[in-house]
């Protein structure tokens, strides 16, 4: 009986994973003739929840789709600056300090 279960619950698992890989090649095969930025605002009393949420966006897409994540400044002193450049360039992500948006979104219409 445990042995019926243990191969019932394979199949269950192989399914899965089969969905997921085929979708996951359906999404990164799929032409987009635009780009995707998502830009998240950090600054302010919650940085770190904002911070957070830019993360928890980036773990959860797995970013299939050549999204662009940008950390924009909205208010953080010379430290937090610092420290949000540093952690979008480990996480493969853009830091734009106040009023350098607009040059981003140009430069990657352009391009």
């Not at 394979?10 to 089969?18: E, M, N, Q, R």
């Not at 969905?19 to 919650?46: E, K, M």
Request: proline letters at 3%; aromatic letters at 10%; hydrophobic letters at 50%.
């Amino acid at each position: 009986m445990l042995n019926f279960i243990l191969h019932i619950l394979l199949a269950l698992f192989t399914c899965v994973g089969v969905v997921q890989t085929f979708s996951w090649f359906a999404v990164r095969s799929a032409a987009r003739p635009f780009q995707i930025l998502r830009i998240f605002p950090v600054g302010g009393d919650n940085t770190a929840k904002q911070m957070a949420a830019m993360f928890a966006c980036l773990q959860w897409e797995a970013n299939p789709a050549g999204q662009t994540f940008v950390l924009y400044d909205v208010g953080l002193d010379e430290q937090g600056a610092k420290d949000c450049m540093e952690l979008a360039k480990g996480a493969g992500a853009s830091f734009v300090r106040r009023g350098k948006l607009e040059q981003v979104i140009e430069k990657d219409i352009s391009s």
